[in-house]
């Protein structure tokens, strides 16, 4: 199975960290001061399968190749293969998905970039699925996903730890 899975990714492309692609990939990067106390909240895209990423960074706006708030730091791979009309289906629920969101407001605990993916993979039937949403997505990205590097990690992980040292730090001692 992996072997047709390695096959099918190789038709249009592997993952490039140096150059942010991410084929078929969502992605994911943390969010300054709500990830540093929530760590598994943080700001999502996904890729075309040409690894072009598209994230609703906004109000009115989808952006292309430049995420909300930076670089990702973690990635999970999808199977375009899952997506109704394979990789040409992937790409047509992304760019749907886009141009519907790039229409919308922006809010940050209901229509938000979660929210974005997850009617991508909606609109493609992503894995014969048609009830995908934001909490769904970020459980998934917490067990399926892979960080891009330890530096990724560090970028996750590094600031909640050091608020919570010293917030134990400042209980225990006063």
């Excluded at 990830?35 to 999502?44: A, D, E, N, R, V």
């Excluded at 998905?97 to 993979?121: F, G, K, P, Q, W």
């Excluded at 609109?123 to 990724?152: H, P, Q, R, T």
Aim: negative net charge; proline residues 5%; aromatic residues 14%.
């Amino acid at each position: 199975m992996d072997s047709i899975h390695n096959e099918e990714m190789a038709q249009f492309g592997e993952i490039d960290k140096s150059k942010d692609r991410y084929p078929c990939c969502i992605v994911w990067t943390p969010i300054p001061f709500l990830t540093w106390l929530f760590p598994i909240i943080g700001h999502m895209g996904i890729a075309l399968s040409s690894g072009i990423i598209r994230d609703f960074a906004g109000p009115y706006y989808v952006s292309q190749d430049d995420m909300a708030f930076g670089r990702p730091t973690k990635y999970w791979q999808l199977k375009p293969s899952l997506a109704h009309g394979g990789i040409t289906g992937w790409d047509r629920g992304v760019t749907e998905a886009s141009e519907i969101y790039s229409r919308r407001m922006h809010n940050l605990c209901c229509d938000n970039c979660h929210s974005h993916v997850a009617t991508a993979l909606n609109l493609m039937e992503y894995d014969d699925c048609k009830n995908w949403n934001m909490v769904k997505l970020a459980f998934f990205m917490l067990i399926y996903s892979k960080y891009v590097s330890f530096a990724g990690f560090l970028k996750t992980w590094l600031p909640f730890f050091l608020l919570a040292t010293i917030i134990v730090v400042i209980c225990v001692f006063t």
